[in-house]
Each structure stands twice: as structure tokens, then as C-alpha cells.
């Protein structure tokens, strides 16, 4: 055989090598992505357990214990429909604030409900599309004469703020001390017992509070020092079409009108509604 055909033949081989070696590099790489989270996994464990089970802490009237005694709200509709579809049982597990997303990575509950979603958080869990966005509003009693985010920092008193909650850095952040509570209820009653001048929290769960105790009152701060959407959490390995069911379930709820009347019928404030609620 001459050098030139050996020349050819070592040439030739080379490609062909570097074909197969293609071929299978790429077979490797596809098996690979099938051995992540398989496509409809979250969604298949939650069939085969028979129940959808859905971390709630306390945040009334969004979330809370309900009349029969178990956790709910409006907030969770879209994730009692998608339950009623999927043909399993709705289960609420009472959680705290501060242990939502190591309850979701210790499998506690399939879903944190009412969680707002937070770069911190982020780097643990997933989450769903925004189910809804709130104001961060103060509450005072009403012969404190506090209007302001001004007037709370002024004070030099103690503020209150539940432990675990997304905003809870942000009034850190204002220099004031500050009263942790394990849950937005328990803040509110730390500044009612005169433990704080003021408690901060979500605009739904505060106004519900001075619906009910008309010696109290909102401040909204201007500008606004919080605003968030509120998402569902759900575990950091939830596979992508799981994940877009979720979503779904949240976006027909909203489409269907479906929501807003449970978040009407909860008697859920906005901002453009606060009325007398509002501090003058």
C-alpha cells in the first residue's frame, strides 16, 4: 500500500471516529436530561399519593384557620381547583412563616402557599407565577397620631413584624427595633398590647385587622418602601411541566373570575378601598 492510500485511509478513519463520537457524545447527553426530574413527576407523586398537600401559614383573610377549623383562604383556590381536577384530596398543613421553604425541602407540603417570592428563597425552592400582589402598610391605633414611615422611625419605639416574612428585612433596614412574632396576627397584637408603635405587614391581612378593631388604623407608606407578588412556593426540583400546570391552574382561576369572587367574598381590601380604614 503506498503512503499517500495509508495517508487516505488514516484521514478517513479519523472522521469516522469523530462521527461516532458525535453520535454517541449526543446519545449520552439525551440520557442524561432523562435522568433529571422526569417531565410530570411532581404531578405524577401527587396522583399517587392521593392529595395535594399545601403549606399555610397565618395571613387572614388571604390565609388563616377557616370556620371548620382547618387552614384556607382565597389565596389557595387555584390549588383547590387543580386538586378537584387532578382527582385527589385537598390537604391544608398548618406551617409558620419562617419554616415554609425547609418545609418544602423536607417534603412536609407540596406547595408553600401565599410565599412571597425573594432572592434568598429563591436559591432553595421554586416558584409559580405571581397568584397576587399586595402593598407593605403600617397599623397604629388611632390616637397615635403616626401617618408616616416618618413619623414610625421618629418614634424611637419598637415596631412590630412577623419572623420569616419577605419584608421583614426591609423594616430591619429602617433602623428601628424591632418585636418578632411568629405570625402577622401576633404582631399586630404586640403593637395593641403597647409593645410596639406600629406593626408592618401585607395591606390584605392589616386593613381585615382594622375592619375588626375600628380603634385601629392603616398607614400607607409614600413611597412605597414594599410591594410584592405573592407566589406559591413549591420544591427546587419541580420538573417544568409540572411546574406549568401549576401555573395554569393559577391563570384559569384568575380568567374564570373564580378568584376574585373568593378574594371578594373573604372581603379582601385593596389600596384603592381602605375608606375610614386609613389613618387622616
Same mark, same amino acid.
Given at each position: 500500500?503506498?503512503?499517500?492510500s495509508?495517508i ?11 462521527? +461516532?463520537?458525535?453520535? $454517541?457524545?449526543?446519545?449520552? %447527553? ?22 395535594? %398537600? ?32 387532578m382527582?385527589?384530596?385537598f390537604t *391544608?398543613? *398548618? ?6 421553604v ?13 410565599? /412571597? ?6 436559591? +432553595?425552592?421554586? $416558584?409559580? /407565577? ?11 391605633k ?8 416618618? /413619623? ?9 413584624? +412577623?419572623?420569616?416574612?419577605?419584608y421583614? %428585612? ?18 399586630i ?8 408603635v ?7 391581612t ?8 375600628k ?6 407608606p ?13 420544591s427546587?426540583?419541580?420538573?417544568e %411541566? ?19 369572587? +373568593?378574594?371578594?367574598?373573604?372581603g ?13
Amino acid at each position: 500500500m503506498s503512503k499517500t492510500s495509508q495517508i487516505i485511509i488514516a484521514i478517513v478513519g479519523v472522521i469516522v471516529l469523530a462521527l +461516532a463520537g458525535g453520535y $454517541f457524545g449526543a446519545g449520552l %447527553r439525551s440520557n442524561s436530561g432523562a435522568g433529571a426530574t422526569e417531565n410530570g413527576a411532581w404531578i405524577k407523586k401527587i396522583k399517587d399519593s392521593g392529595e395535594l %398537600r399545601v403549606g399555610i401559614a397565618s395571613a387572614p383573610p388571604m390565609t388563616g384557620e377557616q370556620k371548620d377549623g382547618k387552614m384556607g383562604g382565597p389565596n389557595v383556590l387555584p390549588l383547590q381547583n387543580l386538586a378537584k381536577e387532578m382527582g385527589v384530596k385537598f390537604t *391544608p398543613v *398548618p406551617a409558620e412563616w419562617s419554616k415554609m421553604v425547609s418545609g418544602l425541602q423536607a417534603d412536609r407540603f407540596d406547595v408553600g402557599a401565599y410565599l /412571597d417570592a425573594t432572592s434568598e428563597r429563591s436559591l +432553595a425552592i421554586q $416558584f409559580t /407565577d405571581p397568584v397576587y400582589t399586595y402593598e407593605g402598610v403600617w397599623i397604629v391605633k388611632s390616637d397615635s397620631g403616626i401617618k408616616s414611615t416618618d /413619623d414610625v422611625i421618629k418614634a424611637k419605639k419598637p415596631v412590630a413584624v +412577623a419572623s420569616g416574612t419577605s419584608y421583614e %428585612r426591609r423594616v430591619v433596614d429602617l433602623g428601628v427595633d424591632i418585636v418578632n412574632a411568629e405570625a402577622i396576627p401576633q404582631s399586630i397584637t404586640a403593637m395593641e398590647a403597647g409593645r410596639a408603635v406600629a406593626a408592618f405587614g401585607d395591606l390584605p391581612t392589616l386593613a381585615d385587622a382594622a375592619q375588626k378593631n375600628k380603634s385601629l388604623k392603616i398607614v400607607r407608606p409614600e413611597p412605597v418602601i414594599f410591594k410584592s407578588d405573592s407566589n406559591y412556593g413549591v420544591s427546587a426540583d419541580i420538573d417544568e %411541566r409540572s411546574l406549568q400546570v401549576i401555573n395554569i391552574a393559577i391563570q384559569n382561576a384568575k380568567n374564570d373570575g373564580s378568584f376574585q369572587a +373568593a378574594l371578594d367574598k373573604a372581603g379582601v381590601i385593596g389600596p384603592d378601598n381602605l375608606g375610614d380604614l386609613e389613618m387622616k
